[in-house]
C-alpha cells in the first residue's frame, strides 16, 4: 500500500469525550470515527486492524472444527417471544418494527436464531456435535456507552454456538473452544487470564472469561499467584459473602425486624459493607431440605455488582414452609417489589436457588427487598438515592488482596482487565425453550446440550491499545497492527537515489508478503514519524540520501529507543 492511496488522517488533540488512552489514540490515529453515542465509523486504517483480528479468529475456530454461517443482523420478535428474551431483556434490547407493525429485534446475540436452525436441521446424533459460529454486527443499547470501541453500542462479535448430545460431549466443546481462546489470545500477543465467571441461572463452573489486562479496565480479576485459582470478582465476592453465612444466621435469628428493618440495618447487623456503589442488593436463602423446603429462617445478603441477565424464577419447587421464609413466585415478587425478580444460580453453593431481586441503583429508592412472605420484608432500603453510576468496583468488594485463597493455595492478588470474550455452557436453557431435539441412538427425542463463546472483536482494538501504548501513541502487537512495516523516504522528490531505493524495498517486501505502506505523501520528517508512532506501526525504515551512500538505512522497532544502522543488502532479512 502506498501512503498517498490509502487514507490517513492524523489529529493532534483528541476529542473532550475521551476518556481513556486507547478511546483517544484511536480517535488521533484517524481509526475511528463518532457517529453517535457508542456508534463509529470504522475507517480505513482502523479497519484494517478489525480485518487481522477476524482472520486470526476465523482461522482459529475453523482449525478447531467450527463451521462458519451468518445470521441477520435483523431478527424476527417471534423467536425471541419463544425464549422470553424479547420481554425479559430489558432497554438493552433494541426492538424495532417494520411497516406492518410487526415486531424485530437487532440482535446483541444470536442464541434464539442460531437453535432456530439447529432444530430444524440437526435431527440426528450422528450429526452432533455442531458448533455454529459467525462474526457480525450486534448492537446493545447500553445504558452507558463510552471508551470508545470498548463499549460500544453497534460493535462486532465473534458468537459461535455448540450443540451436543449430553452433557459430557458439550463439556468436550467448552474445553475445545476454551484452548481455542487460548491460541486466539496468544496469537494477538497480548497478556491476558481466563477467569472463572458467574454462571448465572445455569449453574455448574463452566463459564469463563478472557480478560486482557490493564490498569484501565472495567472488571477487577481476582487470582492467586501460586495456584491457578482465578475469577472475576463478582464470582469471588459472592463466595466470599456466602462464606460469611454463620455470622449471617445469627444476627438474624434477633434482628432485623421484619418490615421495619432498613437494608442498612441487615447489612450492620452482619457486619457487611454496604458501601455507596452497591448496585443491587440480593437477599437469598439457600437452606433447603430434600424436597425443597426451607429448613431454618437464614437469610443472608449478597451484594451483587453488574447486570445479571433476570431470568424466571424457579419457584415451584418451593411451596410450603416451614420457616419463616419462602419463595416468591415471579408474579409475586413483581406484585410485592415492583420489579423483574431473578434467579441467579448456584454461585458455588451446595444449594441449588436462591432469589434476587434485581434494581440497578438509579431505580433503588424505596425498594422493598427481602423474604417474599407477607410481613417479613425489609422495608426502605433508600442507599440508591442520588448515587453515580459505580465506576470503580474496588470500592464494593469484600474480596481484598491479600485474602486467602478458596483453593487454600495462598493470597489472593487482584488487578483489572477488559473482558474481550467469554464462553459459556448453555446447558438446555434455550434448546429446552425453543424444543430443539435430536434423535438419539434409540430413536429418543433428547434436548441439544448446547454452549456459547463470543469474542468482542472491536473491543479488543480498545484492550489491545490500553494494553501496548506510550506517550507518542499505539504500539500494536505485529499480528494485529494496520501495517507491519511502513518505509519513510527522507527527501525522495529531491533524490532519485532515494526515491528508487524506497519504490525497490517496498516492491521486495510486497513480494515476500510482508504488509508493507510506503510513505509517499513527501511529509517532513518529523511529521512522518509522529504520524508512524501514532498509529502505531510495529517496524519502521527510514532511507535517506546520506545513509545510502554508505550502503544503509535506519531501522527502528516502535518500542526501540532508538533507530539501529542495518545494511541496505540486509533490511529485508532483518524484516522479513
Ligand atoms: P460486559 O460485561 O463488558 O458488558 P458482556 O458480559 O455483556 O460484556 P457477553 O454477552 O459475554 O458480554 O458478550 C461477549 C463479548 O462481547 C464480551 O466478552 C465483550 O468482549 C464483547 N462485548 C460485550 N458488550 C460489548 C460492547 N458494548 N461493546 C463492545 N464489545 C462488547
Ligand atoms: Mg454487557
Ligand atoms: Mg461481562
Ligand atoms: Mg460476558
Known amino acids: 500500500m502506498k501512503a498517498s492511496q490509502f487514507f490517513i488522517s492524523t489529529l493532534k488533540e483528541a476529542p473532550a469525550d475521551a476518556e481513556v488512552v486507547s478511546h483517544k489514540l484511536m480517535m488521533r490515529a484517524g481509526m475511528i470515527k463518532r457517529l453517535g453515542a457508542g456508534i463509529y465509523n470504522y475507517m480505513p486504517m482502523g479497519l484494517r486492524v478489525i480485518r487481522k483480528v477476524e482472520k486470526i479468529i476465523r482461522e482459529e475456530m475453523d482449525a478447531a472444527g467450527a463451521v ?9 420478535a417471534e423467536l425471541w417471544q419463544e425464549t422470553g428474551r424479547f420481554d425479559k431483556m430489558g432497554p438493552e434490547l433494541l426492538r424495532v418494527k417494520d411497516r406492518h407493525n410487526r415486531d424485530f429485534v437487532v440482535q446483541p446475540t444470536s442464541e434464539e436464531v442460531i ?51 449430553d452433557m459430557d460431549a458439550a463439556g468436550r466443546s467448552y474445553d475445545n473452544m476454551y484452548a481455542a481462546y487460548c491460541k486466539i489470545f496468544d496469537r494477538f500477543g497480548l497478556q491476558y487470564r481466563a477467569v472463572a465467571a458467574d454462571t448465572g441461572a445455569i449453574g455448574g463452573d463452566r463459564s469463563h472469561e478472557f480478560q486482557v489486562i490493564a490498569d484501565t479496565g472495567e472488571d477487577a480479576i481476582v487470582y492467586c499467584p501460586t495456584s491457578d485459582y482465578a475469577a472475576n470478582i463478582e464470582l469471588a465476592e459472592a463466595v466470599a459473602l456466602l462464606s460469611a453465612r454463620g455470622a449471617a444466621t445469627q444476627g438474624l435469628t434477633k434482628t432485623p425486624t421484619p418490615g421495619k428493618s432498613t437494608c442498612e440495618d441487615v447489612a450492620a447487623l452482619l457486619g457487611l459493607p454496604l458501601t455507596q456503589t452497591v448496585k443491587s442488593l440480593v437477599l437469598a436463602t439457600d437452606e433447603l431440605d430434600k424436597d425443597g423446603l426451607i429448613t431454618k429462617t437464614q437469610v443472608w445478603l449478597l451484594l451483587v455488582r453488574g447486570d445479571h441477565e433476570l431470568n424466571e424464577v424457579k419457584a415451584g419447587k418451593v411451596e410450603g414452609l416451614k420457616g419463616g421464609f419462602r419463595f416468591a413466585t ?130 479488543i482494538l480498545g484492550a489491545a491499545i490500553e494494553q501496548n501504548h506510550d506517550a507518542r501513541g499505539i504500539i500494536w502487537p505485529d499480528a494485529m497492527a494496520p501495517f507491519t512495516v511502513v518505509i519513510c523516504p527522507i527527501g525522495a522528490d529531491r533524490s532519485e537515489d532515494v526515491k528508487q531505493a524506497a519504490d525497490k524495498l517496498y516492491a521486495e517486501l510486497k513480494e515476500l508478503g510482508v504488509d508493507v505502506l510506503l510513505d509517499d505523501r513527501g511529509e517532513r520528517p518529523g511529521a512522518m514519524f509522529a504520524d508512524w508512532e501514532l498509529i502505531g506501526v510495529p517496524h519502521r525504515v527510514v532511507l535517506g540520501d546520506r545513509g545510502l551512500k554508505e550502503g544503509q538505512v535506519e531501522y527502528q522497532g516502535r518500542r526501540d529507543e532508538a533507530a539501529t544502522k542495518v545494511a541496505v543488502a540486509d533490511i529485508v532479512g532483518h524484516l522479513k
Open 68 to 76: 462458519e454461517c451468518l445470521m441477520p443482523v435483523i431478527q424476527p
Open 115 to 165: 437453535t432456530d436452525i439447529a432444530r430444524q436441521e440437526l435431527r440426528s446424533y450422528r450429526q452432533l456435535p455442531k458448533n455454529f459460529y459467525h462474526i457480525q454486527t450486534k448492537f446493545r443499547d447500553e445504558r452507558r456507552p463510552r471508551f470508545g470501541l470498548m463499549r460500544g453500542r453497534e460493535f462486532t462479535m465473534k458468537d459461535a454456538y455448540s450443540f451436543d448430545r
Open 330 to 459: 415471579a408474579g409475586e415478587i413483581d406484585a410485592h417489589f415492583g420489579c423483574k425478580p431473578g434467579y441467579l444460580g448456584p454461585i458455588g453453593l451446595k444449594a441449588p436457588l436462591k432469589i434476587v431481586a434485581d434494581r440497578t441503583v438509579a431505580q433503588m429508592a424505596d425498594f422493598v427487598c427481602g423474604a417474599n412472605e407477607v410481613d417479613f420484608h425489609f422495608t426502605g432500603a433508600n442507599w440508591g438515592r442520588d448515587l453515580p453510576e459505580p465506576d470503580v468496583v474496588a470500592d464494593i468488594r469484600n474480596v481484598v488482596a491479600g485474602d486467602p485463597s478458596p483453593d487454600g493455595k495462598g493470597e489472593l492478588a487482584i488487578q483489572r482487565g477488559i473482558e474481550v470474550g467469554h464462553v459459556f455452557y448453555l446447558g438446555t436453557k434455550y434448546s429446552a425453550a425453543m424444543n430443539a431435539t435430536f434423535l438419539d441412538e434409540n430413536g429418543k427425542p433428547k434436548l441439544m446440550e448446547m454452549g456459547c463463546y463470543g469474542i468482542g472483536v472491536t473491543r
